[in-house]
């Protein structure tokens, strides 16, 4: 728990988004504060799609987005510019070299920090592909280059979908090490959407979905 006078740094009020014929979230409120948010759910439920409407990619159909106070539709580029999110499944960044995606993102966030990236870059095993483009890279390593990129954002809040699907066991146990010791030393929300929670991760708060 946060203290009660502690404003949280992801303000989510009376959310609302259907797709035609299957309504998903209807007025949701959430308060996220520093620390992992464990959002879980069965295909259908609204995982992706919630993230995507944190991040300000999906616009919402009714409620109300604050990072830090900043609306994300009164100030939709400061919005942004706070949140880290790329869908592991687009395609949009394919022709970029490994580096060249490093270089957007670090264009995109005055935070990003280079040290972390060399670490993260280290420890998922990256190495080998810096010298590729991304359309070359299997499911695995492409998400590796995201989850990098995240953990470098230094923004608030970040957004992780399914982030240990397709990756070998070193690199999800990196990965989890990473997330467990960054909870305390930084005041950065992630929200992390999945089918279930990972062994051993200390959650802030869980959001489930259902089946």
Request: net charge negative.
């Amino acid at each position: 728990m946060n203290p009660a006078n502690q404003t949280p740094t992801l303000q989510v009020s009376g959310l609302q988004f259907s797709y035609p014929g299957h309504e998903l979230f209807s007025n949701l409120s959430l308060n996220l504060s520093p620390g992992i948010t464990m959002v879980l759910g069965g295909d259908g439920r609204g995982k992706s799609t919630l993230l995507r409407l944190l991040a300000g990619a999906l616009p919402a159909q009714g409620g109300q987005l604050r990072i830090n106070g900043t609306d994300s539709l009164v100030q939709a580029a400061n919005y942004k510019a706070q949140v880290f999110w790329a869908d592991p499944r687009a395609g949009e960044f394919d022709k970029l070299s490994v580096p060249e995606y490093f270089a957007l993102q670090r264009g995109n966030y005055s935070h990003f920090d280079d040290v972390v990236l060399a670490e993260v870059t280290e420890g998922l095993g990256l190495h080998a592909h810096l010298h590729k483009q991304l359309f070359m890279l299997s499911t695995g390593s492409k998400r590796k280059v995201f989850l990098a990129a995240a953990f470098a954002s230094g923004v608030p809040v970040t957004l992780i979908d399914e982030p240990f699907a397709a990756l070998d066991l070193p690199s999800i146990g990196f990965a989890l090490s990473w997330l467990s010791g960054a909870i305390g030393q930084n005041s950065r929300v992630w929200v992390i959407a999945d089918y279930a929670v990972p062994s051993g991760l200390a959650l802030t708060q869980t959001l489930d979905l259902g089946d």
